[in-house]
């Protein structure tokens, strides 16, 4: 009794002991966690432009005065570029010194970079280099060699040589040091006027003004268009802020971003308030507001705004600015640019990677410390739990194995295709039915589809044929015999539905022929084994009602070999049910891939529907400059520059009509490799290849992502299914009455699920066609304006393929569709 209670005691004294270790260890990891939570208080930032407050730097102005810095918890204090004294201040050097957070610079960064100053690029928002280099119109210029024979002013130190260093190098002429000027010298308009020098070089086109203001032209020469492509002005800060504080950096990021897109929308009334916010004394203010409104449209054209994204950073091209630059002997090598570029999701994904490990080591100490309280639970817990984990590696492999078999089955055509027009003369097959009917393609095409039946499936065929071109039907399914070139006939199961043209834009239809003939044959062998199964349950009947009246022990024997010819029958019926059922199993999934099939097929014609939409507007603009090229021609207005400008916004209509057929062909291509991909950026994809599509029919689009969720599964057909749901969406709008057409996106993050939300203000859904809407082959739409397949087609990918759900939770102001997805979870 004295051990017992010995025992007990310190058992109890253990127990104590455990649990205040237990309460200091959760303290310890609530406090080191601590450091995650963000300060409510707006940081403050400072942010150095590299010259004075002008339309040069409207993008930082509006982010500022709109309170994009404010929402995204910053008090930003933009400093000019100019000191009190007159003198430039070099935002590089005020960054790395620590005086700024954030800085505006161009190749003076990767000089401070070849220096030692460790910077890193944030966003590059001048596309290309502002630099050019000015002269008379009167000034005999044919290529970069003149420059040789021409008195360019050139400065010491100055930034805006570097281009024309370039340039002559590209040609194969050596930049001379010789007659430099003062790196303070000022050059303006007059010293062309004047003949002072025949080329002088400028930033944004202060010379251009000053020359359309005194009734002058002048020539510009660019860098870029002799392939010398540099960046212009970039957002840059410290390489150690942008490692210690990625998030503060992207948030400044996206604010900066969302403060150009305002003010290249809006330059009149940023140009406006630059003026009475830092020029509210000037004599020059409206001199001052006209030369701002001129920087704006070369600004705009800088920024390749909105042709290009904002911000948007090649590193490639940052590659090639240090090589030129190393040519030219101006720093001593080559820059790795991905070490000075800021990648926030490549920071993220480290840090994401650290605080894992983090919890695993913290997660592994408080398990330690419950081990040792709870030794003899977990050891007789952990066979259990290794017991279902083995279960659930098997469930989980054998859920892989039946998802690849569904995949397989998915995306297998065993199907004879056939389009035919409204007379019923075919107008393409494929090769399964050129093989069914033994005839070869050619001569296929432009056959009557019903010189292939024989007699009697001919006329019904006709008939059922009338009814989906008149509208009354809109799919058939039916059993026909067909006649093979050689004479032989085939039954074929048919599936027909009416499409558009993608081409001619006329009404067509659809065919899809399996061939049924062995189960037409297999339906007498099947009637006539179900005959003999009569016949041995009969008999096994009979034979259970004889055995069971036997008393005597002496018929034990025959009792015995009565049950062992019952359970022989017994197994011969089992393995023929099993046959039977495995039949109609691959019959069913054979049906599932040609609605799938049709499903793709209806979701081609609306992707090329909208490249249509896509195309029409460059198109439009391309014959517009054409147009202008023409007149200026023939009263001869078409000058170098004009050639030049005009060419360069033709070739960036036609690179983006290329982007435009890249965006759709991947979209339309089988993507079977399962991926984790981002649910925001796939959502604003779709929504630019359909926005023709909504601004032709005046709807607008609110989406809402509340954080970048990722997804497992295929991203195509993730895409396909939203592209489906907001096509249905549009068609209810146009049929809408309504003049405020809007369609709402929301996505979110509930209990491990992503929930998408599509609503739109159309004309919704009856309660009569509730219970169908997912059926396949129903469709609301008018009749020849809908397969029917849609719905049914995104029900299989999220249901079947993503484990997800998809429901109509709303449908009497227009339609509400929840698809949920499971979240991928970092552990």
């Known amino acids: 009794m004295l051990c017992s209670f010995q025992n007990s005691l310190y058992n109890n004294n253990m127990i104590k002991t455990l649990k205040k270790h237990l309460t200091l260890a959760i303290i310890i990891i609530i406090l080191t966690q601590s450091y995650i939570f963000a300060d409510d208080q707006l940081q403050d930032v400072n942010l150095q432009l590299r010259w004075e407050h002008q339309f040069q730097f409207a993008g930082y102005y509006a982010a500022l005065w709109n309170g994009y810095y404010e929402d995204a918890g910053f008090n930003v204090n933009i400093l000019s570029g100019i000191d009190n004294e007159g003198h430039v201040m070099l935002a590089p050097k005020e960054v790395a010194e620590g005086r700024a957070d954030f800085g505006v610079g161009a190749v003076d960064i990767l000089f401070a970079i070849d220096e030692g100053q460790d910077l890193t690029i944030v966003s590059s928002i001048f596309q290309k280099s502002a630099v050019a280099y000015y002269m008379l119109e009167s000034t005999t210029f044919n290529s970069v060699s003149d420059f040789s024979k021409l008195n360019v002013a050139r400065r010491r130190n100055d930034l805006l040589d570097i281009e024309l260093q370039a340039m002559l190098i590209s040609e194969g002429l050596k930049p001379s040091g010789e007659a430099m000027l003062s790196e303070d010298t000022i050059l303006s308009f007059e010293d062309l006027l004047s003949g002072r020098y025949d080329v002088i070089p400028e930033y944004l086109g202060k010379v251009k003004y000053q020359a359309q203001q005194s009734g002058h032209r002048v020539k510009m020469i660019r860098p870029v268009d002799f392939g010398i492509d540099f960046y212009g002005d970039s957002l840059f800060t410290s390489s150690e802020y942008a490692q210690n504080s990625p998030e503060d950096v992207e948030a400044f990021r996206k604010a900066t971003i969302k403060g150009w897109e305002y003010a290249l929308d809006n330059p009149q009334k940023i140009a406006t308030k630059i003026i009475d916010q830092y020029y509210a004394n000037s004599k020059d203010r409206y001199k001052t507001y006209s030369y701002n409104i001129f920087q704006a449209e070369r600004v705009n054209e800088l920024t390749l705004y909105p042709i290009v994204q904002t911000g948007n950073i090649n590193v490639f091209r940052w590659e ?47 398990i330690a410390v419950l081990i040792i309280a709870y030794i003899i639970y977990v050891t007789k817990k952990n066979t259990d739990l290794t017991d279902e984990i083995a279960y659930r590696k098997r469930s989980e492999e054998h859920i892989k194995r039946s998802n690849e078999r569904y995949q397989t089955l998915f995306n297998s055509s065993f199907l004879g ?6 007379k019923g003369k075919i107008l393409q097959v494929n090769d399964k039915w050129a093989e069914m009917t033994g005839y070869g393609q050619d001569e296929l095409i432009n056959m009557p589809i019903f010189d292939i ?7 019904s065929g006709k008939e059922a044929f009338k009814t989906l071109r008149d509208g009354t039907a809109k799919s058939i399914e039916l059993e026909r015999c067909y006649t093979r070139k050689n004479g032989t006939r085939f039954w074929g199961q048919l599936f027909m539905t009416s499409i558009i043209d993608p081409e001619t834009e006329d009404q067509a239809f659809l065919g899809m022929v399996l061939d049924i003939t062995r189960r037409k044959f297999e339906k007498d062998a099947v009637k006539r084994a179900e005959e003999r199964f009569r016949e041995i349950i009969n008999e096994i009947a009979e034979e259970v009602d004889e055995k069971q009246i036997i008393l005597d022990p002496v018929d034990t024997m025959e009792l015995y070999d009565g049950k062992a010819r019952l359970s022989l029958k017994l197994e011969k019926i089992n393995l023929e049910l099993g046959r039977m059922f495995k039949k109609e199993l691959d019959e069913n999934r054979k049906k599932e891939a040609i609605l799938i099939y049709q499903a793709r097929l209806a979701a081609m014609g609306e992707m090329i529907a909208n490249i249509a939409h896509q195309w029409r507007q460059p198109l439009n603009n391309l014959g517009i400059l054409l147009s202008n090229v023409e007149d200026a021609y023939k009263f001869n207005e078409l000058d170098e520059e004009e050639m030049s400008k005009t060419m360069g916004r033709a070739k960036l209509l036609i ?22 991909f981002n649910v925001c950026e ?8 359909l926005k023709e599509n909504f601004e032709f ?9 509340e954080t970048d969720i990722e997804i497992h599964g295929s991203k195509n057909h993730y895409g396909q299914s939203i592209f489906n749901v907001l096509n249905n969406a549009i068609d209810s709008l146009c049929e809408s009455s309504t003049m405020d057409k809007k369609i709402r996106i929301h996505v979110q993050d509930v209990n491990d699920q992503v929930v998408l939300t599509i609503s739109d203000n159309g004309v919704g859904i009856q309660n009569k066609d509730i219970a169908h809407i997912f059926d396949p082959y129903f469709s609301t739409k008018e009749a020849n304006k809908g397969t029917g397949l849609g719905l049914y087609m995104v029900k299989n990918i999220i249901e079947g393929q993503m484990n997800g759900s998809i429901a109509l ?13 499971p979240k991928i979870v970092l552990e």
Do not use: W
């Open 320 to 366: 090639t600015m240090t090589e030129t630059l190393k040519e030219l002997n101006l720093i001593t090598d080559a820059v790795n640019m991905n070490d000075h570029i800021f990648d926030y999701r490549k920071i993220q994904e480290e840090s994401n990677a650290k605080k894992a490990k983090y919890y695993r080591i913290s997660t592994v100490f408080m």
């Open 417 to 422: 295709i056939t389009v035919t027009n409204r």
């Open 453 to 459: 039946l024989d007699k009697d499936s001919a006329k």
């Open 697 to 705: 029919n005046d709807i607008a689009v609110d989406l809402v992502c």
């Open 809 to 821: 939770v709303n449908y009497s102001a227009g339609a509400t569709f929840e698809i949920s997805v």
């Open 682 to 689: 796939t959502i604003h994809s779709i929504l630019n290849m």
């Open 655 to 676: 690179r983006n009509m290329s982007e435009t057929i890249d965006d759709f062909r991947d979209f339309l291509k089988p993507q079977k490799q399962q991926e984790a």
